[in-house]
T-cell receptor, first 119, second 111 residues
Framework: DTAVSQTPKYLVTQMGNDKSIKCEQN?????MYWYKQDSKKFLKIMFS???????INETVPNRFSPKSPDKAHLNLHINSLELGDSAVYFC??????????????????FGQGTRLTVV | QQQVKQSPQSLIVQKGGISIINCAYE??????FPWYQQFPGKGPALLIA?????SEKKEGRFTISFNKSAKQFSLHIMDSQPGDSATYFC??????????FGTGTRLTVIP
């Protein structure tokens, strides 16, 4: 069973187009993320959602809009694609436990990635 | 601003040798330090992790050494194998579950 699945695996599109990447997790996690990995392999968090609510929104152009219809899904919609958006986008999920003193397993599980190429 | 600094960028080790990757951080709010392993075409996967209340954690051939006062931690891979060839990321996490990654180290183990 795939824990975190994202589609499509590859996406080639022209500049100016709008595209979406879908992500689903079947781990029962309450927190989901989008990361961008550039050509130098640097992983940078873009968004974090906990129970369908945005909790982190790093400095990301507002052309990127995450949508979480339920806590098992976090989709990424990108408007007016630019050449610089070409990268691999990873979805991830984890548990977020409450407060200090609680033992937690904060392992983040990642999807296989979506390689976006803007031409 | 890079929250977690990682070195070296690439590392070549002979089979059977020891691979060492170093990381440093500034934010004392970090309370969880995982290492992730990424193979080409795959997503990162948790390899081993440590909390700042211990100085060392060992799992098989993989050991994390943690120096809280110096705000540094490192991954040691003993008896490195060609199958260990991958990109390794250190990371640091706050209670808010925001995971910050280092810049990655591409490890190549030569047979």
């Amino acid at each position: 069973d795939t824990a975190v699945s994202q589609t499509p695996k590859y996406l080639v599109t022209q500049m100016g187009n709008d595209k979406s990447i879908k992500c689903e997790q079947n781990l029962g996690h309450d927190t989901m993320y989008w990361y961008k990995q550039d050509s130098k392999k640097f992983l940078k968090i873009m968004f974090s959602y906990n129970n369908k609510e945005l909790i982190i929104n790093e400095t990301v152009p507002n052309r990127f809009s995450p949508k979480s219809p339920d806590k098992a899904h976090l989709n990424l919609h990108i408007n007016s694609l630019e050449l610089g958006d070409s990268a691999v986008y990873f979805c991830a999920s984890s548990f977020q436990f409450p407060g200090v003193g609680w033992e937690r397993n904060t392992e983040a599980f990642f999807g296989q990635g979506t390689r976006l190429t803007v031409v | 601003q890079q929250q977690v600094k990682q070195s070296p960028q690439s590392l070549i080790v002979q089979k059977g040798g020891i691979s060492i990757i170093n990381c440093a951080y500034e934010n004392t709010a970090f309370d969880y330090f995982p290492w992730y392993q990424q193979f080409p075409g795959k997503g990162p996967a948790l390899l081993i992790a440590i909390r700042p209340d211990v100085s060392e954690k060992k799992e098989g051939r993989f050991t994390i050494s943690f120096n809280k006062s110096a705000k540094q931690f490192s991954l040691h891979i003993m008896d490195s194998q060609p199958g260990d060839s991958a990109t390794y990321f250190c990371a640091a996490q706050t209670g808010a579950n925001n995971l910050f990654f280092g810049t990655g180290t591409r490890l190549t183990v030569i047979p």
